[in-house]
């Protein structure tokens, strides 16, 4: 299995602001994802962090607002800018292995935006 | 892409076994099933997937119909620790691993 870590795990924002959110993968991963879990809801996906290129985002999602980077195999960013309270989420990280057919996601980060 | 139907919330006893149903009517022939759930304030965890054939696991056992239409997870004999919002999804295959997740089903194992 991937073991996936997230950072920070909780923060509070003040509106207009910017926050990055990292994680790190304790192993090569094929593909890496980014979701977004609003209060009481199911997952969403934002996007997914392609390696060297840009991301490709679902739809609804854009690069302005939630830009993405993705330098190596183990290591991603999100980037929640311009934040308003409908923001407040849990933001999730996801992986795919190449040896492994499940998803693993990472403890996710909870943002408050007031 | 296929939708799954599932009970909003379920309860059950400690001890015993714990059926979660989910329907997929629109499966087609090459959708897995997967089960994944989310313990309170923690990132999904996977449980198990199948594609036709029952399969079992440490964690649960995975029911198909014949017909592929619905599925049931058993766990075998519920915790309190298993306590959570259960996740049935049909894999889409060849779009970037995509998962469509849907309301899911919240399971309270009561003492």
């Known amino acids: 299995s991937a073991v996936i870590s997230q950072k920070p795990s909780r923060d509070i924002c003040q509106r207009g602001t910017s926050l990055t959110i990292q994680c790190q993968v304790d192993s090569q991963v094929t593909m890496m994802f980014w979701y977004r879990q609003q209060p009481g809801q199911s997952l969403t996906l934002i996007a997914t962090?392609?390696?060297?290129?840009?991301?490709?985002?679902e739809s609804g999602f854009v690069i302005d607002k939630f830009p993405i980077s993705r330098p190596n195999l183990t290591f991603s960013t999100l980037t929640v800018s311009n934040m308003s309270p409908e923001d407040s989420s849990i933001y999730l990280c996801?992986?795919?292995?190449?040896?492994?057919?499940?998803?693993?996601f990472g403890p996710g980060t909870r943002l408050t935006v007031l | 892409d296929a939708k799954t139907t599932q009970p909003p919330s379920m309860d059950c006893a400690e001890g015993r076994a714990a059926n979660l149903p989910c329907n997929h009517s629109?499966?087609?022939?090459?959708?897995?099933v997967y089960w994944y759930r989310q313990i309170h304030s923690q990132g999904p965890q996977y449980i198990i997937h199948?594609?036709?054939?029952?399969e079992t696991n440490e964690m649960a056992s995975l029911i198909i119909t014949e017909d592929r239409k619905s599925s049931t997870l058993i766990l075998p004999h519920a915790t309190l620790r298993d306590t959570a919002v259960y996740y049935c999804?049909?894999?889409?295959?060849?779009?970037?691993?995509?998962?469509?997740w849907g309301a899911g089903t919240k399971l309270i194992i009561k003492p």
């Open positions: 199948g594609l036709k054939n029952n």
């Open positions: 996801s992986v795919r292995t190449a040896s492994y057919n499940e998803q693993f």
């Open positions: 629109t499966i087609s022939g090459n959708e897995y």
């Open positions: 962090a392609n390696q060297g290129s840009e991301a490709t985002y």
């Open positions: 999804i049909v894999r889409v295959p060849y779009s970037n691993y995509q998962l469509i």
